[in-house]
T-cell receptor, first 109, second 118 residues
């Protein structure tokens, strides 16, 4: 089976840095995604990792360790508009994509 | 506008009824995925179609069925509705599906259909 775990909620301050962790167990791993979802809206793609290491994209970075079944999303210079849910998702070799329950991030001024 | 169109946006119905949700994928995409999102469960994978054929099944109830038509649009049918079926139903599309390619299979989501069962 597949299992994806991430914290339910996190709170951070505007301008700060926050790290959202994700651990997963799956067979046929073929990559890990992070999606952002604002309340009541559709998820939108943020990042994809398939090899170990850090991928940086502007204020957002994503890290993967395949041997540990672990990923994190790092958000720097937090802005109020970053208040959203962040979804970790695993892609397997038949292109099935399974999502975790998401982490609701609250940004305080 | 993501290019993925879902109708209806909102639907209110009664227990025991049947509804059909419709999805048109982004131009050029061959795969359609259906997800159910309720408050405590996150995005639950229901089913995936690729070029008209079912490719993968998730936690889809027997009361639910789906298909993808030759023009690649898809419909999700929900029958004998229960209160617990109230949720946001998302459709997503992608260019590929289970073809064994490496690389990211990025999903583009529609705006969702919010179903309320009373």
């Amino acid at each position: 089976g597949q299992n994806i775990d991430q914290p339910t909620e996190m709170t951070a301050t505007e301008g700060a840095i926050v790290q959202i962790n994700c651990t997963y167990q799956t067979s046929g791993f073929n990559g890990l995604f992070w999606y952002q979802q604002h309340a009541g809206e559709a998820p939108t793609f943020l990042s994809y990792n398939v090899l170990d290491g850090l991928e940086e994209k502007g204020r957002f970075s994503s890290f993967l360790s395949r041997s540990k079944g672990y990923s994190y999303l790092l958000l720097k210079e937090l802005q109020m508009k970053d208040s959203a849910s962040y979804l970790c998702a695993v892609q397997n070799r038949d292109d099935k994509i399974i999502f975790g329950k998401g982490t609701r991030l609250h940004i305080l001024p | 506008d993501s290019g993925v169109t879902q109708t209806p946006k909102h639907l209110i119905t009664a227990t025991g009824q049947r509804v059909t949700l419709r999805c048109s994928p982004r131009s050029g995409d061959l795969s359609v995925y259906w997800y159910q999102q309720s408050l405590d469960q996150g995005l639950q994978f229901l089913i995936q179609y690729y070029n008209g054929e079912e490719r993968a099944k998730g936690n889809i109830l027997e009361r639910f069925s789906a298909q993808q038509f030759p023009d690649l649009h898809s419909e999700l049918n929900l029958s004998s509705l229960e209160l617990g079926d109230s949720a946001l139903y998302f459709c997503a599309s992608s260019p590929r599906g289970g073809t064994g390619l490496s690389g990211a299979n990025v999903l583009t989501f529609g705006a969702g259909s919010r179903l309320t069962v009373l």
